[in-house]
């Protein structure tokens, strides 16, 4: 039954996908990753199926986060304060999926419901929202500003010793490099293979940002 709804998910094919939930709760179908059906479509652009399950309603707090659904990110905090800090099942907070996915009101809505910017996931290498909105590239100024502020140091690192600066660099994302620089992030910190901000941004032929750098 699970592989036949992702198969439908992947084909984009809502109608059927509806069909074939029935009254199954959605959050309840998970892949091998741990991705619940609404997360698959949407990290895979399946549009039409996204449409569907959000419409459908129901969803999780990590998958209204991503949704940039504020109303639902506020009612799920409220009805149960202590999910806030939870993870998704393929190792998000709300946070970290509205900061990658550039859902500017929603970040806004869950710091001042008091979400840890300090928080760590637990996907691939384990990281903070602020780093995987620097890995989004979507976040706004203001919103991004914002994360900094919660987050508390713009210098704190993941495994290997990158830091937001130079994931951003790498990443072409003007907008939080100038944050990040405004916000006192250290320009010449290395990681543990000896790597600037600038290099990453060179590397990829990002030769504004390396000129800030």
Known sequence: ???????????????????ALGARETFRVRNDNG??????????????????????????????AAAGDTARVTACVKEAPW????????????????????RDETVMALLELGADAR????????NLPLHAACAGRRLGKAAFVKLIAATGDPDLAQKGGFTAL???????????????????????????????????????????IVAKL
């Open 83 to 102: 999910t806030i800090q939870s993870l998704s099942g393929d190792g998000w907070t709300a946070l970290h999926l509205a900061a990658f996915l550039g």
């Open 166 to 208: 130079m994931v951003a660099a790498g990443n072409g994302f003007t907008d939080a490099v100038d944050a990040l620089l405004e916000a006192g992030a250290d320009r010449a910190r290395k990681t543990d293979t000896g790597k600037t901000a600038a290099d990453f941004a060179r590397e990829r032929g990002h030769m504004e």
């Open 1 to 19: 039954m699970t592989q036949n709804l992702f198969a439908l998910a992947d084909a984009d094919n809502a109608a059927e996908l509806i069909a």
């Open 35 to 64: 991705e619940t059906l609404y997360l698959y479509c949407l990290y895979r652009g399946k549009t039409k199926c996204t449409e569907a399950l959000a419409k459908r309603g129901g969803l999780t707090l990590q998958e209204a």
């Open 119 to 126: 928080q760590w996931g637990r996907a691939f290498d384990p």
